[in-house]
C-alpha cells in the first residue's frame, strides 16, 4: 500500500494533469481479525477501511446505504443483495435507483485458503443465483458450486466459501495475469 501511495503521491505532485486513480489494497490475514483493506487515492493517501470499501464516481450515497444494511457476518448472497442495492441507488435518471443486472457487475469475494492470489471472481450462474431475486429452483442455491450453504462471508467470520467455488474454467483470468479491472 505504502509504495502505490508512493508512485500515486508523485504522479500527483510531478504532473500536470494528475491520473484520477483509487485502489483498493486488500490484505489477507490467517483469520478475519488480520484482515485489512486499504483505500489508496490519486493524491497518495492511505485511509484503512473496517468492512468495506467503496471506490470512484458516487461514493458518499452508497457508503450510506452500506451503513444502514450492512452487518459482518452476512451469508455471501445477502451481503451481495445489499451491495447492489447500495449501487444501485444512485446513477438512474431523477435520482431513482436503477437496475443492476449480472452482466454490469463485476463481483469477487476473499478467500484466505487460495494459494497465492487471494481473491476470486464469482461470474456466470454462480453471480446471478446470489443475485436478489434469484429463486433456488432457477439457481440451484444461494451460494456458488461447491459452497457449502449458509457460508458467510469471508473476511467478516473468517469461513472461506469452499475450494471449488471457483467461477467456471476459462471465465476467471490466470494466475498472475494483471488487474481484473
Known sequence: ANAYAQTLNSIFTEQQKPYEVELCVAEVGDASTDDRLYRLTYDGSIGEEPEYVVLGGQTEPIVSALKGSFRAGQPLA???????????????????PRELPAGQLEVAVLDRTRPSRKFRRVVGAALTGLLPGATPAAAGSDTPPGTAPGTEVPGATGEPPGPDADAPPGTDKPEGSGPTG
Open 78 to 96: 445477502e451481503a451481495l443483495g445489499v451491495a447492489v442495492r447500495a449501487l444501485a441507488s444512485v446513477g438512474a435518471d431523477n435520482g431513482k
